[in-house]
């Protein structure tokens, strides 16, 4: 009897512990279609609780709720106040003017062009979607996608690349008909809680400049090796991206050939990598084929006394092979991050110089010997020959240097002058 009754004692426990996690929210019930997210975002404190314990989840979200909630999410609501208030509808009596213009100061969520915020407005799912997608990193999505939805062409022309992007990610609500996204429809408390839920699921795809300090946690402390002459090979692993540092080396490819007679400042330069960037340890940083997007910033012709000429590039994003892109700060690792011919390829040229005008000047000395006496020839050889490799030598020395060319597929190194910073 002693033993049932310990049993029924445990197992009367394990219920009480576990029915509890529903018994919270006075009008959210297991059942309901967005239950779980529900729960998900008052236990991280994103959405709160009115008095009565109850959530309202068929309510409108107010502008400001939506603010709120989102520096929460991103661990921005303790955020130093850095400007000042410009809405007309806005003072310090609001309870959450702190928050309004810490959103204005990340960019979150924006006022109207005519200086009011309208915190108490009830927030559209399309306004919802533009601020996720706003805060996403970029990504190259075709609006195609969005003809799987029995109401896309209610989409406004504005938010057409918002859905795609949110589509493709997957963080969007889509119910009660999971082929309608309703743009146009008031967002609910319920729907919110379920794309907040989706965004805190998938916080990587957040750009930096939007979460705080607090989010993010370094996991591990890994290496790039590419050269030795490399000033850097650290690589910052945290729970939300990848950080290739300053100063670290890539080897990147001519993804076309390249002319400096052919090109001009501004115009644009890709590069691929033909194999998988992975850090010693083995963590993929930057997949196999990935285009590297530079732009030319100058171009300097060939000068006399052999100067080459030189190509300066800025290279500025990685865009990966899912159409993600990646901000890159990154210029030839060579001096003064110039591309331009090597040394040997000088010495090549003096040297066929030499050669051919070496032969031009044999030439010369056979015609000039053989005119007055033929039997001189070996005399006009000798003479010729000589002569005409100096003049050659000379010629090739003096002579403007080499233009820039480059085969599809040449390798060449870039350094990075800031950290580039890779999201999971």
């Given at each position: ?112 062009p005519d200086k009011t915020f309208r915190p108490d407005n009830i927030i559209l ?152 960037v992975y850090t010693q340890e083995g963590t993929l940083l930057i997949p196999e ?136």
């Amino acid at each position: 009897m002693k033993k049932f009754l310990a049993v029924l004692m445990v197992f009367t426990i394990m219920m009480f512990n576990f029915v509890p996690a529903f018994a919270a929210i006075a009008d959210v019930s297991p059942q309901y279609w967005a239950a779980k997210e529900i729960q998900e975002v008052v236990d991280a404190n994103i959405m709160t609780l009115d008095s009565a314990k109850r959530f309202s989840p068929e309510t409108g979200v107010a502008r400001v709720d939506f603010v709120n909630s989102l520096l929460k999410l991103l661990t921005n609501d303790n955020l130093d106040v850095k400007i000042k208030n410009t809405f007309t509808d806005l003072n310090q009596t609001n309870p959450y003017f702190h928050n309004i213009l810490r959103s204005e100061q990340l960019g979150l969520v924006y006022g109207y062009p005519d200086k009011t915020f309208r915190p108490d407005n009830i927030i559209l799912r399309s306004e919802a979607q533009s601020v996720i997608s706003h805060i996403t990193r970029e990504k190259i999505t075709d609006t195609s996608i969005l003809n799987q939805f029995k109401d896309a062409e209610q989409i406004p022309v504005w938010a057409s690349s918002v859905y795609a992007k949110s589509v493709n990610y997957g963080i969007y609500v889509n119910y009660p008909d999971s082929r309608e996204l309703r743009p146009n429809d008031t967002l609910t408390r319920a729907e919110a809680a379920v794309l907040l839920a989706k965004l805190k699921e998938k916080i990587g795809l957040v750009k930096e400049q939007y979460y705080g300090k607090d989010l993010e946690k370094v996991t591990a402390t890994e290496h790039l090796f590419t050269t030795k002459k490399a000033p850097c090979d650290i690589v910052k692993i945290t729970n939300l991206r990848k950080v290739i540092l300053e100063g670290n080396v890539l080897a990147v490819l001519f993804d076309c050939k390249f002319k400096s007679k052919e090109h001009k400042a501004g115009d644009a330069v890709y590069f691929v990598n033909d194999q998988a960037v992975y850090t010693q340890e083995g963590t993929l940083l930057i997949p196999e084929n990935s285009k590297f997007a530079a732009t030319v910033l100058d171009i300097k012709d060939p000068r006399w006394f052999n100067k080459n000429a030189r190509v300066y590039v800025q290279m500025n994003k990685i865009i990966l092979p899912d159409g993600q892109e990646v901000a890159l700060n990154a210029k030839p690792f060579y001096k003064d991050y110039a591309l331009k011919e090597s040394a040997w390829m000088n010495v090549g040229k003096v040297a066929l110089s030499t050669v051919t005008m070496g032969i031009v000047g044999t030439g010369a000395g056979i015609g000039f010997a053989f005119i007055p006496n033929p039997a001189k020839i070996g005399t006009g050889i000798a003479a010729g020959l000589p002569a005409g490799a100096g003049i050659g030598f000379i010629a090739g020395l003096v002579s403007p240097g080499l233009n820039y060319n480059a085969k599809a597929g040449e390798q060449i190194f870039v350094i990075l002058l800031d950290d580039a910073s890779i999201l999971k």
